[in-house]
């Protein structure tokens, strides 16, 4: 993810924040997962402290690999808590389309983490998951 340019970072960050509040519950684990992904962006705590209160464009990668990556980290975050809510499956389709990846198989992909007791996918099966719906 490190090489996103610096406005990819802020809209990543903004919306990891989004996701993290869709379902009303500030869960201080996936703030400080979001933290640290800010950490490792070379991104200050006081930028994505501020980054709620300002309206930022939403800038996906544009390589598909890229993409996948980032979605990935949505769901880590989704799940980080051990608590799925509708809103935050409504948000990680939302993303999904957003980022141009296939909706069926954000959608398949996203009834096999709820349908996994430990509400997790690893993320060689997430590359795999999409290369099966490519045309």
């Known amino acids: 993810m490190n090489n996103l340019n610096y406005n990819q970072k ?6 990891l924040l989004t996701l993290a509040r869709a379902d009303r519950i500030e ?17 200050l705590k006081a930028d994505i402290d501020g980054l709620m209160s300002k309206k930022i464009a939403f800038h996906p990668p544009k390589e598909e690999h890229q993409r996948i990556v ?9 799940r980080i808590d ?7 499956i409504s948000v990680c389709k939302e993303i999904g389309f957003r980022l141009g990846l296939n909706p ?11 349908d996994n007791p430990k509400k997790k996918i690893p ?6 998951f999409f290369k099966l719906y490519h045309n």
């Open 82 to 88: 051990d608590h799925l809510s509708k809103e935050e």
């Open 27 to 43: 869960s201080e684990s996936e703030v400080d997962f979001i933290y640290h992904i800010g950490a490792k962006l070379n991104i």
């Open 104 to 114: 069926f198989a954000v959608q398949n992909l996203l009834e096999q983490i709820l």
């Open 10 to 15: 802020l809209s990543l960050l903004h919306n």
């Open 123 to 128: 993320s060689i099966d997430v590359v795999s």
């Open 70 to 78: 980032l979605f990935y980290t949505f769901l880590l975050v989704m």
